[in-house]
């Protein structure tokens, strides 16, 4: 079955700490991969994706994920969080036919 | 323009009485979604549409209802509530041709007790 795993639950981490959330997805996913950032109350906003080409996509916000087609991964990762860092993301994979599937989502919490 | 909203924001039921959920999006989307989301499970399709006038079952179909009479507004019934049926419900919509492309309202909460 296609699967998108995200191996933490929770990351807690210092201010200005790099953090590293890691996502797997299975290999019969399609390549198209997805980073969600969704904040207390509120709905899903699109953090950064991978389409094709350049493996390494980046976000506005200092966010940074790379496609690694031999580990099958996505892991997102950013140098030096902020306290508005804290969400929560979510990992996608896109698999046509209208489906996305996401995993099960990694609580962020960036402590002072 | 607001993009895609969601009416109400919270709602609570009995179990057996019916609601409806709107969802209405201005980015004149061609494609909608709805989700639920629970603890430790992420989001999961319920229904979606592919134009006016078109539903289709997603992942987790049973025990709702859609419909999609105008572009700009997709529906969720929930016809006899369930205790199981409690979770955050949100909306989605995609431009035709990049349906992988979503965009989300801020969600609904929905208790059934």
């Known amino acids: 079955a296609q699967s998108v795993t995200q191996l933490d639950s929770q990351v807690p981490v210092f201010e200005e700490a790099p953090v590293e959330l890691r996502c797997n997805y299975s290999?019969?996913?399609?390549?198209?991969l997805f980073w969600y950032v969704q904040y207390p109350n509120q709905g899903l906003q699109l953090l950064l994706k991978?389409?094709?080409?350049?493996?390494l996509v980046e976000s506005i916000n200092g966010f940074e994920a790379e496609f690694n087609k031999s580990q099958t991964s996505f892991h997102l990762r950013k140098p030096s969080v902020h306290i508005s860092d804290t969400a929560e993301y979510f990992c996608?994979?896109?698999?046509?036919?209208?489906?996305?599937?996401f995993g099960a989502g990694t609580r962020l919490f960036v402590k002072a | 323009n607001a993009g895609v909203t969601q009416t109400p924001k919270f709602r609570v039921l009995k179990t057996g009485q019916s609601m409806t959920l709107l969802c209405a999006q201005d980015?004149?989307?061609?494609?909608m979604y709805w989700y639920r989301q629970d603890p430790g499970m992420g989001l999961r399709l319920i229904h979606y549409?592919?134009?006016?006038?078109?539903?289709a079952k997603g992942e987790v179909p049973d025990g709702y209802n859609v419909s999609r009479l105008k572009k700009q507004n997709f529906l969720l019934g929930l016809e006899s509530a369930a205790p199981s049926q409690t979770s955050v419900y949100f909306c989605?919509?995609?431009?035709?041709?990049?349906?992988?492309?979503?965009?989300f309202g801020p969600g609904t909460r929905l208790t059934v007790t």
């Open positions: 980015m004149n989307h061609e494609y």
């Open positions: 989605a919509s995609s431009p035709s041709g990049l349906s992988y492309e979503q965009y």
């Open positions: 991978y389409l094709s080409g350049s493996t």
């Open positions: 290999s019969s996913v399609s390549v198209y």
């Open positions: 549409s592919v134009g006016e006038g078109t539903t």
């Open positions: 996608a994979a896109y698999t046509g036919g209208f489906k996305t599937i």
